[in-house]
């Protein structure tokens, strides 16, 4: 099955609206060769700029993160209603910077899916092991843990927008990329136990992005095989030269 790449830029706590707006006016220099689906991820501040500033590109834009309720009071969270309000259709969730700094556990991401696929947001969903849980032999275990208890109770119907990030700890914002090989195992991996969790038709469908140190010079091999449908990339996203390259990946 021919899976559409889907290119994405994480830009983490990166850019005022000013800067946000001037980068997307950059990304529209790439020639999206290889007719990908782009997304960029800006700070909850620069959405509806961002938004607007892209209007006519199709690019996709993303939250980084939401809560799960719709309103209410909680101090500082901004509710999926609120991400759609900006005009973003995407929302990542469970990165792994979510997951360790701020407390996102299965348990909680998995409110987050419910409540964003309640208001039709389309979902990146982040599964990813540290250092030491690969070194010990625990990958697959740890992103099925994730897979099984993040996605609970939603069916291939439900989640047939889905697409997963598989981002290991140890290669976020270190230089360390997973080898293309090492991207290529795990991404089949995770194929499988999606194939098992939700069926071989939706396993067979869905988009399964490589995050962690991707680069310019390291993308063309990454994106060369079989089971890596895009990439999800944090630093290089932030310069648009660099990630007009890899969206142009060959
Ligand atoms: P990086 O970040 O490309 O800077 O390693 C990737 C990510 O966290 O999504």
């Not at 790449?5 to 950059?26: C, D, Q, R, Y």
């Not at 208001?119 to 849980?133: A, P, R, Y």
Request: hydrophobic share 40%; net charge neutral.
């Amino acid at each position: 099955m021919s899976r559409k790449p889907f290119i994405a830029g994480n830009w983490k706590m990166h850019n005022t609206v000013e800067e946000s707006v001037n980068l997307i006016e950059g990304l529209k220099a790439a020639k999206n060769k290889n007719n990908a689906d782009i997304m960029v991820a800006p700070s909850f501040t620069s959405l509806n700029a961002v938004v607007k500033a892209s209007a006519g590109t199709g690019f996709k834009v993303a939250a980084q993160d939401c809560y799960y309720e719709d309103k209410g009071a909680f101090t500082s969270q901004v509710s999926p209603v609120q991400v759609k309000g900006t005009g973003a259709t995407h929302v990542i969730l469970g990165h792994s910077e979510r997951r360790s700094l701020f407390g996102d556990t299965d348990e909680i991401l998995n409110k987050k899916v419910g409540a964003a696929l309640n208001h039709g947001l389309v979902i990146v969903f982040c599964v990813g092991e540290t250092l030491e849980q690969r070194e010990s032999g625990k990958t697959e275990k740890v992103i099925k843990d994730q897979l099984v208890n993040g996605l609970k109770g939603f069916g291939a119907e439900q989640l047939k927008d889905l697409v997963i990030a598989y981002e290991p700890v140890w290669a976020i914002g270190t230089g360390k990329t997973a080898t293309p090989e090492q991207a290529q195992d795990t991404h089949k991996a995770i194929r499988a136990m999606l194939a098992e969790q939700l069926g071989k038709e939706f396993a067979a469908g869905v988009r399964i992005l490589y995050g962690g140190s991707v680069k310019a010079d390291n993308v063309d091999a990454i994106m060369a095989k079989e089971d890596v449908d895009g990439v999800l990339v944090g630093g290089q996203s932030l310069i648009a030269e660099k990630f007009n390259r890899i969206i142009d990946y060959n």
